[in-house]
């Protein structure tokens, strides 16, 4: 391991045979986790959560063969955090900087149920002072279950800012035709294969048959992924999170990183706050968006 690739200042928050940092894909640093039901890996490029799982289960994130592990590239796959924008937008990156930024990491803990909990921090930087007055924590928790908690903080004394997020989650499942989503019955969602056109979701369980990219707003209740082929139901539950995500680029949404192929051994099922339910963060505020992942047999 290089000490210019893994700076020094990580080894404190290794936790022997629980927390390793290692050298991952294209040399960037990760911290792989390891508890006594599950394993999991997060780059600090990103903050970007690119592996979970239980013991005698499959992965639950989906990882692109075809992700571009690089300083300026965001990684494809797993839960890549949309901050503090959501899409694309004028001029600069899709989906906010967040993603494109190696977070600190900045405490480790091991809890007293086996749990290991691990904070990271997004730092300011002087190509973005506009936005350095909004400070951004990352909180994630493994145990059998995946908890994430992304905070939002307002350091101004004066103004408000305005903000979305996203976690923009990639789970795997054994194959897409197999697959039904439930608990979006009755929502209203916007449809971006049919220019952004509103509509009602009528399906119990929604089957994925094509290219898929929806927005449903005013969600806030659990969202489960039925997975036939898999034998397990994913269970998405969060707080602070008014809209869910559905995406696959099916093979008709082309992109350099992602192999068309794969699209039958994914699902996106996202938790944020977008669009018409963005954040006004007022000053001095805090906003904590936290999902938890959860699976069980079928």
């Given at each position: 391991m290089s000490?210019?690739?893994?700076?020094?200042?990580l080894?404190?928050?290794?936790?022997?045979?629980?927390v390793?940092?290692?050298?991952?894909?294209?040399?960037?640093p990760?911290?792989?986790?390891?508890?006594?039901?599950?394993?999991?890996?997060?780059?600090?490029?990103?903050?970007?959560?690119?592996?979970?799982?239980?013991k005698?289960?499959?992965?639950?994130?989906?990882?692109?063969?075809?992700?571009?592990?690089?300083p300026?590239?965001?990684?494809?796959?797993?839960?890549?955090?949309?901050?503090?924008?959501?899409?694309p937008?004028?001029?600069?990156v899709?989906?906010?900087?967040?993603?494109?930024?190696?977070?600190?990491?900045?405490?480790?803990?091991?809890?007293?149920?086996?749990?290991?909990?691990?904070?990271?921090?997004?730092?300011?930087?002087?190509?973005?002072?506009?936005w350095?007055?909004?400070?951004?924590?990352?909180?994630?928790?493994?145990?059998d279950?995946?908890?994430?908690?992304?905070?939002?903080?307002?350091?101004?004394?004066?103004?408000?800012?305005?903000?979305?997020?996203?976690?923009?989650?990639?789970?795997?499942?054994?194959?897409i035709?197999?697959?039904?989503i439930?608990?979006?019955q009755?929502?209203?969602?916007?449809?971006?294969?049919?220019?952004?056109?509103?509509?009602?979701?009528?399906?119990?369980?929604?089957?994925?048959?094509?290219?898929?990219?929806?927005?449903?707003?005013?969600t806030?209740?659990?969202?489960?992924?039925?997975?036939?082929?898999?034998?397990?139901?994913?269970?998405?539950?969060?707080?602070?999170?008014?809209?869910?995500?559905?995406?696959?680029?099916?093979?008709?949404?082309?992109?350099?990183?992602?192999?068309?192929?794969?699209?039958?051994?994914?699902?996106?099922?996202?938790?944020?706050?977008?669009?018409?339910?963005?954040?006004?963060?007022?000053?001095?505020a805090?906003?904590?968006?936290?999902v938890?992942?959860?699976?069980?047999?079928?």
């Open positions: 000490n210019e690739v893994l700076p020094q200042s080894s404190k928050f290794e936790i022997p045979g629980r390793a940092v290692a050298e991952g894909n294209g040399g960037l990760k911290i792989n986790i390891m508890t006594g039901q599950s394993a999991a890996e997060i780059y600090l490029h990103g903050a970007h959560l690119t592996g979970f799982q239980k005698g289960e499959p992965p639950l994130l989906f990882m692109s063969r075809l992700s571009q592990f690089a300026t590239k965001p990684i494809r796959g797993g839960v890549p955090i949309c901050f503090p924008w959501f899409g937008r004028e001029g600069d899709a989906h906010g900087f967040a993603r494109l930024r190696a977070w600190h990491l900045t405490d480790t803990k091991a809890a007293a149920d086996g749990a290991i909990i691990l904070n990271f921090r997004l730092p300011t930087a002087s190509d973005r002072a506009a350095n007055l909004l400070r951004a924590e990352f909180i994630v928790t493994v145990s279950t995946l908890t994430m908690e992304l905070l939002a903080i307002n350091d101004s004394a004066d103004r408000t800012i305005e903000i979305e997020n996203c976690l923009h989650t990639y789970f795997a499942v054994g194959d035709g197999s697959v039904g439930r608990g979006l009755g929502a209203r969602f916007l449809d971006k294969t049919d220019r952004g056109a509103e509509k009602r979701e009528t399906h119990e369980t929604l089957p994925i048959v094509a290219e898929t990219n929806r927005i449903y707003h005013d806030p209740g659990p969202v489960e992924i039925v997975d036939t082929r898999f034998h397990r139901v994913i269970r998405i539950e969060r707080s602070g999170a008014a809209d869910t995500v559905v995406w696959n680029p099916w093979t008709t949404q082309l992109m350099p990183d992602f192999d068309p192929a794969e699209h039958n051994r994914m699902v996106c099922v996202e938790a944020g706050n977008v669009g018409r339910n963005k954040i006004g963060l007022a000053p001095g805090t906003a904590v968006s936290k938890i992942l959860s699976t069980h047999a079928i």
